[in-house]
């Protein structure tokens, strides 16, 4: 008796392309505000896109530039 295969199709995850220019024009502003590098900036901006992937779309540039500042004006221990 042959065994059934099962194929399992991978979708390409939807990128929002005005999200990743939000964060772009994120790093950007807050380089300036801050003084700081954008170097020191993308990968703080970067984490704060990822862990408010669940977010509506609409709201992600703001609440990750929100997000971003906050972190990065907060003392370091």
Do not use: K, N
Not at 56 to 66: D, T
């Amino acid at each position: 008796m042959p065994l059934a295969v099962l194929q399992t199709v991978q979708t390409i995850p939807f990128v929002d392309r005005s999200v990743d220019r939000s964060v772009d024009l994120a790093v950007r502003r807050l380089s300036e505000e801050l003084g700081q590098r954008p170097q020191v900036v993308r990968p703080v901006v970067l984490e704060c896109r990822q862990q408010l992937s669940g977010s509506p779309a609409g709201a992600l540039p703001e609440l990750v530039e929100r997000l971003a500042r906050h972190r990065l004006r907060a003392p370091v221990d």
